[in-house]
């Protein structure tokens, strides 16, 4: 399965960046860049996967039973009905995210899990509370949720994770001419529901600032 996985996820080296697809102005007046993902397939056998709250357990398991068992039970379905691609829907990173695009939880916790070549498709991603989490301050750590770091994980990852922005939409179409359209929204920071606060917009990054809440 390793040799497999090293085989597979050189497909994906040359991680594809998305670039935005236009600009509109919000109410407060500012410009914000959108994100739209459109694909037309060749085939109207269509698939996809939505799948949430997999994320595992920090360091030093970085799985436990419950995400290991329904990753396999995952790719058993894949193999029999292939998905285009995966949404993931929040919750990647128990308890508290990641801390950078070097984390070992991306090995660990994600590209070594769900590591069939059926799983080798873009994964589309909504990040929950637990992504953002900070720890409690009695807690002998710094650690924290840095979903920054899952969206520039898109741009250096192996390429399967695409997650341009904290919002954007993907479109599907297939060869008899249906249309799948998913909205990808960041509900955490909107709803400021996570137990450090919304995160602070990170300021290397000029477009974060239109996230401020």
Same mark, same amino acid.
């Given at each position: 399965m390793r040799i497999f996985l090293k085989a597979a996820l050189s497909l994906f080296a040359s991680s594809e960046v998305i670039s935005?697809?236009?600009?509109?102005?919000?109410?407060?007046?500012?410009?914000?860049?959108?994100?739209?993902?459109?694909?037309?397939?060749?085939?109207?056998?269509?698939?996809?996967?939505?799948?949430?709250?997999? !994320? !595992?357990?920090?360091?030093?398991?970085?799985?436990?039973?419950?995400?290991?068992?329904?990753?396999?039970?995952?790719?058993?379905?894949?193999?029999?009905?292939?998905?285009?691609?995966?949404?993931?829907? !929040?919750?990647?990173?128990?308890?508290? !995210?990641?801390?950078?695009?070097?984390?070992?939880?991306?090995?660990?916790?994600?590209?070594?899990?769900?590591?069939?070549e059926e799983m080798?498709?873009?994964?589309?991603?909504?990040?929950?509370?637990?992504?953002?989490?900070?720890?409690?301050?009695?807690?002998?750590?710094?650690?924290?949720?840095?979903?920054?770091a899952q969206i520039e994980y898109s741009a250096h990852g192996t390429g399967r994770w695409t997650h341009p922005d904290l919002f954007f939409t993907t479109e599907y179409t297939t060869a008899d001419g249906a249309v799948v359209k998913t909205i990808i929204i960041d509900t955490p920071t909107l709803t400021g529901v996570y137990s450090g606060g919304p995160p602070l917009p990170d300021r290397d990054d000029p477009r974060s600032t239109l996230y401020e809440i």
């Open positions: 935005p697809t236009g600009i509109f102005t919000d109410s407060a007046g500012l410009e914000r860049e959108t994100f739209n993902i459109v694909k037309t397939l060749e085939t109207d056998d269509f698939h996809f996967v939505v799948i949430g709250d997999w !994320g !595992g357990r920090p360091a030093p398991f970085y799985t436990s039973p419950l995400q290991v068992s329904g990753a396999i039970a995952l790719m058993k379905y894949a193999k029999i009905n292939k998905p285009e691609y995966v949404v993931s829907i !929040g919750d990647h990173f128990y308890f508290n !995210g990641i801390e950078s695009v070097q984390d070992r939880r991306w090995d660990m916790t994600f590209e070594n899990v769900y590591d069939s080798m498709v873009p994964w589309y991603p909504a990040m929950g509370n637990h992504d953002w989490d900070k720890l409690p301050e009695d807690t002998e750590s710094d650690r924290l949720g840095n979903g920054w």
